[in-house]
């Protein structure tokens, strides 16, 4: 979780201007007015903006309103929110009014809206462990760096919820990465079992392995949703990958840990690892 911000501008990856998926310029000036300069303030307008399908569940919406959670692209997800209602997204919306997403929406929306006030903002896909006692559920984050310091890590999400005490600043070991868990499950100390998607039965070391693909996606910036598959990812949650497939799956865990972002991206740009172009729309 340490490492320089905003001094990556200029080298392989800037994570302080919008990629495929979290560029706003086609946005609206007048919706993105007097966004926070704080970091933390900017992440806790999204707990407002968006609504977990489980939770829309429970109010009454157009049935159509669920494919919401579809949406890849920022900029859509903001079009979304600004045809619900037109104020600028500083104004907080009733339930019925946000756009319908999963953590992972939470944390794109918020890193874009940070990356568009020039703040160093990534998504980090893995698990969360303090949703359920015991457990690793598959979640998203974000990381965000002012003034080259290191990154810090939180959770938009949960700054509306009870879960955590201090959600803005997440504690080691509360999330684990893809990677992370994948390092952790590798030398036994975790017990991959325990690890996957609440309430369905995909659990296991495939849940992992795809979740750190999806975190080296993410730190190239190609934030998918939870359920992109590309590369032999399909054929590891079939259970027909083997030592070759895990080997590769040890280098992108080691590489995303040790932060450089030149090998980051050298590793990205090889056919197993790279977001097809047509998911980045």
Do not use: K
């Not at 900029?75 to 009014?97: G, H």
């Not at 690892?273 to 729309?281: G, K, Q, R, S, Y």
Request: glycine residues 10%; charged residues 20%; hydrophobic residues 40%.
């Amino acid at each position: 979780m340490s490492g320089p911000g905003p001094t990556m501008r200029g080298m392989t990856i800037d994570y302080s201007s919008g990629g495929p998926l979290t560029d706003l310029s086609s946005v609206g000036r007048g919706a993105l007015a007097d966004l926070p300069d704080d970091p933390v303030d900017i992440c806790r307008l999204v707990h407002r903006l968006v609504i977990q399908p489980h939770d829309a569940g429970r109010i009454e919406l157009p049935p159509g309103r669920f494919d919401e959670n579809q949406i890849r692209p920022a900029a859509r997800l903001v079009r979304t929110l600004l045809a619900l209602d037109p104020s600028p997204l500083t104004v907080p919306r009733p339930p019925e009014r946000r756009v319908v997403g999963t953590c992972r929406h939470f944390a794109v929306l918020a890193c874009a809206l940070l990356r568009h006030r020039g703040i160093a903002a990534r998504a980090r896909c893995g698990f969360a462990t303090y949703f359920q006692p015991g457990l690793g559920l598959d979640h998203w984050v974000i990381e965000f760096s002012v003034d080259g310091a290191p990154w810090v890590r939180a959770d938009p999400e949960a700054m509306g919820l009870t879960v955590l005490p201090t959600p803005e600043a997440l504690a080691p070991g509360q999330f684990l990465t893809g990677g992370e868990a994948w390092i952790e499950f590798r030398a036994g100390r975790i017990d991959a079992s325990r690890f996957g998607v609440w309430g369905t039965e995909n659990f296991g070391p495939a849940e992992i392995r795809g979740n750190a693909i999806r975190d080296l996606a993410a730190l190239n910036r190609a934030e998918t949703l939870p359920w992109d598959e590309w590369g032999r990812m399909d054929a590891s949650y079939q259970g027909h990958t083997g030592a070759d497939y895990d080997a590769l799956l040890d280098t992108v865990a080691a590489t995303c840990a040790a932060d450089d972002p030149a090998a980051v991206a050298a590793l990205y740009r090889t056919e197993d690892l790279e977001v097809p172009p047509t998911l980045l729309t």
